[in-house]
DNA sequence: CACAAAAAAATGGCATGCCATTTTCCGGGT
DNA sequence: ACCCGGAAAATGGCATGCCATTTTTTTGTG
């Protein structure tokens, strides 16, 4: 391997960014529990770097709403309410009907023939029950979608939510009838984007994504009762 | 005031953040100019703090993709290209659209008063010609119905993204024809508000602020070539 | 003079130490 | 037992210094 520098989106060029993914990468998965208090020394004893990378890390993730910083007072894993998640996927929706509208726009055979395959790939998981690989299919799809759209903006913008959506491992467990439309719901989708009928794509996308949020917020009230 | 937890305009809080401040506001104002090097320690000399909240700062500039940080390398202002404009601004008019769309389905006696009072004063002062307190007003109502959407996540992200969508001071270089039309999107707006016709204000927003998008976007365009 | 190599300067990344503020804990008074 | 006040510990904010990498300047050679 050449030494080279010009890969973009690598990870963990500096410490502090390496510190940030592994602290988001933990508090998504659950490890760190909202209300949690991140201590400087105590990271910086585990991962053994010094403070300041750390302290430049704790900065990203509050810019990024996963922690709360109080001056002098440390940060804390920020809470994550069944109400913010509707409030998150309110947004998101907006965010990924634009990117279905752009990508029915500037559609390609090329794009569709992609979209297509990831589509029936799901179906098949779906269809043979394999719950996992087809919610790792789900995300595929959407993302690329998002990624097609041409529009880094929107793509960084719909990342940085994501972050925050993800938060948990709620989306697994949900309701065989939601999951029942949320498969028809992509065919919608597939079938706009057939169509080149972008104001259909936009629509049936944002519906969509506003019934995940919904749902989300079902299983986070439930768990929050229990 | 409500005792909101969220509210971010408290001053002085950390240094970094008050560094983040300053430099976010050179940037807007031009004073950095794109591909201008920020080099930590003539800043830190010319601030008279250390290092330190400086290297913060960068970080979460560059988290609002103000400037680009290379390792190794140090800063640069990341340049404002007009394509960039437009793409900013698709995603802003997304928000917004959405931000409309939830004001209208919430909307109340006391804030669709208090949108008529703004939307007067911003008529007063365009047929007066006052056209600096015109924008202002223009800006005053935008942020109000991004503030009464009651999403702190469309909030912030909105926030976010303005940041880098003012950068310049182009907004008040409009040619009259498309003043003539923004103002009559702006009271096509208040007659959705009035109507209560949510779908109508989200449409008639969206397309505002894509227009916007597109005159920024002329305007940097014949800046750039001159 | 052109060009390349090497030295020097610039610059950023990180570790560490000191100080300010906050939090925790403990003892005395009621 | 309870509350209050102050000391001690915890914790974060910032300054400073050292090292690695990059950039610039200098120098040597054809």
Redesign the interface.
């Given at each position: 391997m050449s030494k080279g520098?010009d890969t973009k989106s690598e990870h963990a060029?500096?410490g502090?960014e390496h510190v940030a993914a592994i602290l988001r990468d933990r508090i998504v998965k659950g490890e760190l529990a909202p209300l949690d208090r991140i201590v400087e020394r105590r990271l910086s004893a585990e991962l053994m770097v010094s403070r300041?990378p750390i302290?430049?890390a704790l900065?990203?993730l509050e810019?990024?709403?996963l922690i709360e910083i109080n001056?002098h007072r440390g940060a804390l894993v920020s809470e994550y309410r069944p109400e913010?998640a509707l409030?998150?996927f309110?947004?998101i929706a907006?965010?990924e009907?634009?990117a279905a509208r752009?990508v029915t726009e500037t559609m390609t055979a090329d794009v569709l023939r992609q979209l297509e395959d990831l589509h029936g790939t799901m179906l098949d998981h779906h269809r043979a029950g394999r719950t996992n690989d087809y919610f790792d299919m789900n995300t595929v799809i959407h993302d690329f979608i998002i990624k097609s759209c041409a529009?880094?903006?929107?793509i960084?913008?719909h990342q940085r939510?994501m972050i925050r959506a993800r938060r948990g491992r709620f989306l697994a467990i949900m309701k065989p009838e939601r999951l029942e439309q949320a498969v028809t719901e992509h065919e919608d989708l597939m079938q706009a984007f057939r169509n080149g009928n972008a104001q259909q794509a936009s629509e049936v996308w944002e519906t969509h994504l506003r019934h995940t949020g919904e749902t989300i917020t079902e299983v986070l009230t439930s768990q929050s009762v229990s």
């Open positions: 520098p060029t500096t502090a300041t302290r430049e900065k990203l810019a990024d709403g001056l913010e409030l998150l309110d947004v907006s965010l009907a634009l752009r529009n880094p903006v929107l960084a913008t939510l």
